[in-house]
C-alpha cells in the first residue's frame, strides 16, 4: 500500500488543524494506520494509531484530548484532527500503515511497514 500525507501548514498556537492520508495501490482494510511526527532535532515520534477494523484509537499522552484520528470508510481515507495547537505540536506529521495486529506494538515505528511521505505542521506562537 502506499500512503500520501496532506494538508499541512502554518496554523497560530490554539488554532485548529486536519491532515489526511489517502491510501493507493490497496484500501486500509486490514490494517491498522499510525500518525508520528518528526520535529527538528528529535526522533519521530508516535502520535496516535487507528485499527481500520472497527475504528478503534489510541494517543500519545502528549495529544490525549487535543487530538483525534479518524475514518471515512467510502473515501479510504484516514484523518488526524489537531486541535488546541501548541509552538511544540510543530514537526512533519507521517502516516504509516502495518497489518500486524499486535495492539501492544502499535506505537513503535518498527512496527509499521508502508509509510507516507510527511506533510509540515508549522504552529507559531
Known amino acids: 500500500v502506499q500512503l500520501q500525507a496532506s494538508g499541512g501548514g502554518l496554523v497560530p498556537a490554539g488554532g485548529s488543524l486536519r491532515v489526511s492520508c489517502a491510501a493507493s495501490?490497496?484500501?486500509?482494510?486490514?490494517?491498522?494506520i499510525g500518525w508520528f511526527r518528526e520535529a527538528p532535532g528529535k526522533e519521530r515520534e508516535f502520535v496516535g494509531w487507528?485499527?481500520?477494523?472497527?475504528?478503534?484509537?489510541a494517543y500519545a499522552t502528549s495529544v490525549k484530548g487535543r487530538f483525534t484520528i479518524s475514518r471515512d470508510i467510502g473515501k479510504n481515507m484516514v484523518y488526524l484532527q489537531m486541535n488546541s495547537l501548541k509552538p511544540e505540536d510543530t514537526a512533519v506529521y507521517y502516516c504509516?500503515?502495518?497489518?500486524?495486529?499486535?495492539?501492544?506494538?502499535?506505537?513503535?515505528?518498527?512496527?509499521?511497514?508502508?509509510w507516507g511521505q510527511g506533510t509540515q505542521v508549522t504552529v507559531s506562537s
Open positions: 504509516a500503515a502495518t497489518s500486524r495486529g499486535i495492539l501492544s506494538s502499535l506505537g513503535e515505528r518498527s512496527t509499521y511497514a508502508y
Open positions: 495501490g490497496s484500501t486500509f482494510r486490514g490494517y491498522s
Open positions: 487507528l485499527r481500520w477494523s472497527g475504528g478503534s484509537t
